[in-house]
């Protein structure tokens, strides 16, 4: 019995060795997906680029910029000239935190008063801000130490008060809902097609489709269209029950958040059915579209910030197609993104959906000559 099953492991080795693309899903997706998660998935802050607005004059404001200039993680730091200027900034991602400092600050510290300094933090970069205001604080409370012992006045413990934008009360499924509702409507998409063709040769009943009077390209659009419909009415079900169980607050545009969702889907479709006229089993589907989600949903800034993420990466997310529709999801729900806004992050969706569809029909017409 024992070398029945020692002959039985040895075969099974050798059938997954002789076959190319079990050995190509072997050994290159983890390598890829090693080298993704290992860059992407990190929460290291590095060279932050911040904004110091100063109305001070006075010494001890001086010093405490000077502290900030001599930390090693901030290493661009700009000057801004007026309240004004700190919105664009923060709006413009010039810089992950905005460091104000009123006039008062020197004064009320000579006078031995309780002195304030404001952070402005960029609440899309959650993690970035997060660790940036803890190395901030830690900064204040060292000058706080030091001037305490220095004026010899009694040390006076620093107290932060937060306030959030858009989601002043940090309702953890605010963020995390519309963030699904890209997410789960990309799954179904992408499964729906992945699997369309390869069922299909499978059952072999794809020869059926092959001597019928359909051609190719009807044949490719009657594979798109019910994937596109059915991830829709997904998104839908999901945008209904954020909206009326989760009470989350709706605040843009029906219209453009649903003419976003259509491109967003085109592409995913396009990518479907580009994995599908690839592989001859439905298993082979899955793992195509395995390989596929993981990278994209770590690499669309969901999991952590794009920002975050190495010089060199950062343009690979650009492929991404979720990374845009995230933007316009969350936006939509929480910030009443400005139509203009939704179409900017809309039209590198359509033209990955224009490259994926005409890929896919390119594969499917090769694979059915």
């Not at 911040?50 to 502290?67: M, P, T, V």
Request: glycine letters at 4%; aromatic letters at 12%; one cysteine or more.
């Amino acid at each position: 019995m024992f070398h029945r099953i020692l002959a039985l492991i040895y075969k099974e080795f050798l059938a997954v060795w002789r076959d190319k693309k079990s050995r190509i899903v072997l050994i290159l997706p983890p390598i890829t997906q090693l080298l993704i998660f290992a860059f992407a998935a990190t929460l290291d802050v590095q060279n932050v680029s911040i904004g110091i607005l100063n109305r001070d004059s006075g010494e001890k404001a001086f010093e405490l910029i000077q502290r900030f200039h001599g930390a090693p993680t901030f290493k661009y730091i700009t000057y801004l000239q007026s309240v004004e200027e700190i919105a664009p900034f923060i709006d413009n991602k010039n810089g992950v935190m905005v460091i104000s400092i009123d006039e008062q600050f020197s004064r009320n510290l000579d006078a031995k008063k309780p002195a304030s300094v404001q952070f402005i933090l960029d609440g899309r970069k959650s993690n970035s801000s997060q660790i940036v205001a803890g190395y901030a604080t830690t900064i204040i409370d060292q000058f706080n130490k030091d001037y305490s012992k220095r004026a010899q006045v009694e040390l006076q413990h620093a107290e932060i008060i937060p306030r959030n934008w858009y989601n002043p009360n940090l309702i953890y499924y605010w963020f995390n809902v519309p963030s699904l509702c890209g997410i789960l409507t990309m799954l179904e998409a992408l499964i729906i097609t992945a699997l369309s063709v390869a069922r299909e040769r499978e059952l072999g009943t794809f020869d059926q489709l092959l001597v019928s009077p359909l051609r190719p390209i009807e044949i490719l659009i009657g594979k798109s269209v019910p994937a596109m419909i059915i991830s829709m009415i997904a998104g839908t079900l999901i945008i209904f029950v954020g909206i009326h169980l989760f009470q989350i607050p709706f605040t843009g545009s029906f219209l453009a958040l649903y003419a976003s969702m259509f491109v967003f889907v085109s592409a995913i479709v396009g990518i479907g059915l580009f994995i599908s006229s690839l592989c001859s089993t439905q298993q082979q589907a899955i793992l195509g579209s395995f390989v596929f989600m993981s990278p994209s949903v770590l690499l669309s800034g969901f999991a952590t910030p794009i920002e975050n993420m190495p010089d060199w990466l950062q343009p690979v997310t650009a492929l991404v197609p979720l990374r845009y529709f995230l933007v316009v999801a969350k936006g939509s729900f929480l910030k009443a993104m400005p139509v203009d806004v939704v179409f900017s992050n809309t039209w590198p969706m359509a033209i990955i959906a224009l490259f994926t569809l005409t890929s896919a029909r390119w594969f499917f017409r090769h694979k059915l000559g």
